[in-house]
């Protein structure tokens, strides 16, 4: 009873102050960071919840006539559940929901906007696949996303398209010790691929025909690389953790989407244990490249975003398609199994223990033999030694 109360008593904080996606939108399961995912899946028969959110404000400039400065700011969501099965297999299902989507039609019908739900992934991933003695671990996912929200093109977001998409992703892990992984450091790499399906597509950030605007038509299927680099060190109930994140568009997405900028991001934070079974953690994006904005913008296709000074103008005040700097909180707990350490742990603890065993033993034979040889080398001395006295008293 008192676990269900701190779990219902921080899940309401949470979704009270936690503000959006974790990374490029999705949750990233067992041994993930902040923004990378592990080579380990969840252990078989673990229910895990990860809940992440983000929120960043600047200043722009809005205004036909007198034009006069204003508060942007974009808050949203991510809830993630990941399922364990079969040993080598879990999946991860995201809802992403957002607070304000900075969109407005140019006769301002639309207002201030929230989304809720926005998007819904479906990440099916495969690993613990261990090499060098189980210290290195590679799996690999396959995600899809279902968008449901009328906004797809969101500023100041990673790029959205209004149909389904699809990626793949390789991660990979190395552990300082792959028998004690929660308490040891790590590091993950992740490299994948993500196809918007968008080639002739709108790419209007709300429906064209709704709101009687030009059809902005995507002529390419847009597609990017993602990668990441994650450290995470632990030091008794903290862990520091260090991203290092982004995109590479290897076909840039149309001219009128908000965010067509390949970027990357690093990203400090920490997480901290509240209890073996629930940990909370805060972490700061800050923006290394993206910085220069490519948007053409045009109220005719209805890609001005608030802070647009009517025409073909852009958002003014400096504000990049992505922002300089993002603040999050996130929350993850077990839901499953009830006890602390799941099947996988126990065995890979147990084979650690086998091990020791093992090599005792063997040193235990090594010293047998070794007292073996030192009994027949004083033997064999002894036998030099008798050898050499019945040969002297020959000679006399």
Same mark, same amino acid.
């Not at 989507?101 to 690993?127: C, H, Y």
């Not at 053409?296 to 990049?320: E, H």
């Given at each position: ?120 992934? /479906? &990440? ?7 090499? #060098?003695?189980? @210290?290195?671990? =590679? +799996?690999? !996912? $396959? ?69 009687? /605007? &030009? ?7 847009? #597609?990017?690389? @993602?990668?990441? =680099? +994650?450290? !995470? $060190? ?163």
């Amino acid at each position: 009873m008192k676990r269900l109360f701190v779990l219902g008593f921080s899940l309401l904080i949470f979704e009270a102050s936690a503000f959006s996606q974790i990374g490029n939108g999705l949750g990233t399961g067992n041994f993930g960071t902040f923004n990378t995912y592990s080579g380990s899946v969840s252990e078989d028969g673990s229910l895990k919840a990860y809940n992440g959110g983000r929120i960043f404000t600047t200043i722009g400039k809005s205004g036909t006539g007198a034009v006069k400065n204003i508060n942007l700011w974009t808050a949203s969501n991510n809830m993630t559940f990941g399922y364990g099965f079969l040993g080598n297999f879990d999946a991860l299902v995201s809802v992403i929901t957002y607070q304000d989507l900075n969109v407005r039609a140019v006769n301002n019908k639309l207002g201030k906007l929230s989304q809720t739900p926005s998007d819904l992934f /479906f &990440t099916l991933r495969n690993g613990s696949h261990g090499i #060098l003695d189980d @210290q290195m671990e =590679l +799996g690999g !996912a $396959l995600t899809f996303r279902l968008p449901l929200g009328d906004v797809s093109n969101v500023p100041f977001e990673v790029y959205r398209s209004s149909r389904a998409e699809f990626g793949l992703l390789g991660s990979a892990t190395f552990y300082g010790n792959p028998y004690y992984k929660d308490q040891s450091f790590f590091v993950n790499a992740n490299l994948g691929f993500w196809s918007h399906n968008d080639n002739g597509q709108y790419v209007n950030s709300i429906d064209p025909g709704k709101h009687g /605007f &030009t059809k902005a038509e995507s002529q390419v299927n847009s #597609l990017h690389m @993602q990668y990441g =680099l +994650g450290v !995470a $060190l632990p030091v008794q109930k903290v862990q520091f953790i260090l991203d290092l994140y982004g995109i590479s568009y290897l076909t840039q997405p149309d001219a009128a989407v908000f965010s067509r900028e390949s970027f990357m991001y690093v990203t400090p934070g920490l997480r901290y244990n509240l209890r073996n079974w629930m940990s909370i953690g805060t972490y700061v994006d800050v923006l290394l490249t993206g910085k220069k904005d490519q948007t053409k913008y045009s109220n005719a296709t209805g890609t001005t975003p608030v802070g647009g000074a009517g025409g073909d103008t852009k958002l003014s005040g400096g504000v990049p398609n992505y922002s300089t700097w993002r603040f999050g909180l996130t929350l993850s707990f077990n839901i499953l199994p009830l006890t602390v350490s799941g099947a996988q742990t126990e065995n890979r603890r147990k084979r650690l223990l086998d091990r020791l065993q093992d090599e005792d033993r063997a040193a235990q034979r090594a010293a047998a033999q070794l007292d073996k040889l030192r009994d027949i080398r004083m033997n064999s001395e002894k036998e030099l030694e008798d050898i050499k006295l019945e040969l002297e008293s020959g000679g006399n």
